[in-house]
Each structure stands twice: as structure tokens, then as C-alpha cells.
């Protein structure tokens, strides 16, 4: 759990470096005591823990990959391996987060509306993912 939360600690400070530190910081512990335990958690692990997607219902609450290993395809195979389990799926993801935007659009991901999210005010994406074969 402490890898987990760490990796996506770090992830987050990176990804949306336009939200205080201090944020994130604060949202460790419902992390760890709410939102990881309420979600269906997968890991990618290659000798030690290297990413992780947390799944509720269909809703993908969190997919994060360690900093150091990004770039690797790791992100898309959890992906990948989750449209399995789930022929549709949605997330959230901030307008200013562009890597992350891009990456679940290329990945089949298309946007269904933009909203505030209540806790940033933020401008924030809902996209979503149907798959083909259903």
C-alpha cells in the first residue's frame, strides 16, 4: 500500500503541477483509508511494483505508473488489460493534464463534457471508452 500511494503521490505532483503541493500532499491518507480500499486495485509489477489502475465499478479512479518507468507502455498495457474486464469504461481527467488527455484519446477515449471539479475548481474532462466488441 505505501508503493501504491507513493507512486501515485509522486505521479500526481508531476501531472498536475498546476494544483498546490500541498493538496496531493493532504490526499494521501484518504487515498490509502478511502479511495484504494473502495476500488478494484491492479498492479503491474516486474520485479517490484511499477504501476497500478484502480477500478470502481467502471470508473477508472486512478492510473499511475512510477515516474521513472513512464514512456515504457506500461500505462497502455493496464489499460489494455482492464478494456477486457470492462467494455466501457470512464474517467476524469483535468483539461490542463495534456499528456494524460492524449493519452486516453488516443487510446479509444473520447470526451463527453467538460466540468469544475468541485474540490480544485479546476476545468476537468469526463471521457469515456466503448468498446467495439461488446
Request: proline share 3%.
Amino acid at each position: 500500500m505505501d508503493h501504491v500511494v507513493r507512486i501515485w503521490l509522486e505521479g500526481s505532483l508531476i501531472a498536475h503541477n498546476f494544483i498546490p503541493e500541498e493538496y496531493w500532499k493532504g490526499k494521501s491518507k484518504e487515498m490509502r483509508e478511502i479511495y484504494l480500499p473502495s476500488s478494484k486495485t491492479f498492479v503491474y509489477e516486474n520485479r517490484e511494483l511499477l504501476g497500478f489502475i484502480s477500478i470502481k465499478d467502471n470508473y477508472i479512479a486512478a492510473l499511475f505508473v512510477d515516474p521513472k518507468e513512464q514512456g515504457k507502455g506500461i500505462g497502455k498495457q493496464m489499460l489494455a488489460f482492464v478494456k477486457h474486464l470492462y467494455p466501457s469504461l470512464e474517467l476524469n481527467v483535468y483539461t490542463e493534464n495534456l499528456n494524460s488527455v492524449a493519452f486516453y484519446k488516443k487510446q479509444g477515449f473520447v470526451i463527453l463534457e467538460e466540468n469544475i471539479e468541485e474540490d480544485t475548481g479546476r476545468k476537468e474532462y469526463k471521457m469515456r471508452y466503448i468498446s467495439e466488441i461488446q
